[in-house]
């Protein structure tokens, strides 16, 4: 695996340019009602707008560009269900052929889009195992390149460009950030950001569900530590164990990790729909569920940036978030140790 730890800001930098109108430069979005209960100044990217309904997008074209201009024919992937969407439409986009491998129970909208993006759909299993069994024996056979959905440099330097452009745009606004939060499931996304935060200052948090927080033990033992997953609304951040290459990059640079509740997810599920008007998957809703676990560490003149990761979400899961229910309350597990 090139680069390792040693890769830096410049590679998500290079992949920002080479993203350049082929990936939506996604609106930065603010309510002064979540900047009131957060306690903060709070800049939300949009990234469930992104081509595809996820910052996934960004990290499978980087991805498969690379190994069409490398000559390679087709393409697997196993993921949840955005990647997989991400990776099937980056390769109709350069002509190659992809199989993504789902769970049996993914989501039917990422199923479809998946398919309609042309991919060939094989399903195995309900765990990661499973999946990394079956794309591994896809690509013996056909000799088709697995890209994996956040163990890769040009996933992590793709999916880092999100974080980027958020830096860019709050600098740009006036109100350069303090603190960047991503939710977290493999690690692809919050090791992105680390990289592009580097030499910055701007102090960066991973947001996992309770119970699906493999990379807060990771951390805390030293090394990477597998966890039977939780369930969990937040079906995109459910891997049982942090990516190898993330977890090398965030351990030294991550300032911590925030545990929040299926209620909390939903809670920030609910802030996002009604106060910015947009759809986000509660996956990508998680991080605004970070920032409001940190509210009372805030303060007024900080300025938080948090990566809405994606809005592909199903109607009847969006139906059940938004009934009616009682008073809304943010208590929970906290920061991890």
Not at 110 to 135: H, S
Request: charge should be negative.
């Amino acid at each position: 695996m090139s680069h390792t730890v040693g890769q830096v800001r410049v590679d998500v930098e290079e992949a920002s340019r080479w993203l350049t109108g082929r990936v939506v430069r996604t609106p930065v979005l603010r309510s002064p009602v979540i900047d009131e209960i957060a306690g903060a100044r709070v800049l939300l990217k949009a990234e469930n707008l992104q081509n595809g309904g996820s910052y996934k997008m960004r990290g499978a074209l980087r991805a498969v560009g690379r190994l069409a201009a490398a000559g390679h024919t087709g393409v697997i992937a196993q993921s949840t269900g955005n990647h997989a969407v991400a990776v099937a439409l980056a390769a109709r986009q350069h002509g190659l052929a992809a199989t993504v491998v789902l769970p049996v129970d993914a989501a039917p909208t990422k199923v479809d889009r998946a398919r309609g993006a042309g991919a060939r759909v094989v399903f195995a299993g309900t765990g990661v195992e499973e999946r990394v069994t079956v794309a591994n024996g896809l690509s013996a056979e056909s000799g088709h390149p697995v890209i994996d959905a956040y163990d890769h440099p040009d996933v992590i330097a793709g999916q880092g460009t999100a974080s980027l452009e958020l830096i860019e745009e709050a600098e740009r606004a006036g109100t350069p950030l303090d603190t960047l939060v991503v939710p977290v499931g493999g690690g692809g996304g919050v090791a992105g950001a680390c990289l592009a935060t580097a030499g910055s200052g701007i102090e960066v948090y991973g947001v996992e569900p309770v119970g699906c927080d493999s990379l807060a033990r990771s951390l805390a033992a030293g090394v990477r530590v597998p966890v039977a997953p939780a369930p969990t609304i937040a079906d995109g951040l459910r891997p049982s164990c942090v990516g190898e290459l993330p977890f090398a990059i965030v351990r030294d640079t991550l300032r911590d990790v925030v545990r929040v509740d299926d209620d909390e997810i939903a809670a920030a599920f609910r802030l996002i729909l009604t106060e910015l008007k947009v759809l986000a998957e509660p996956s990508g809703a998680a991080g605004l569920a970070g920032v409001l676990r940190l509210a009372p560490q805030q303060d007024r003149q900080r300025t938080i940036g948090v990566v809405l990761t994606g809005g592909n979400v199903e109607a009847a899961l969006v139906a059940r978030l938004m009934a009616p229910r009682p008073a809304e309350s943010t208590t929970g597990e906290g920061v991890a140790a």
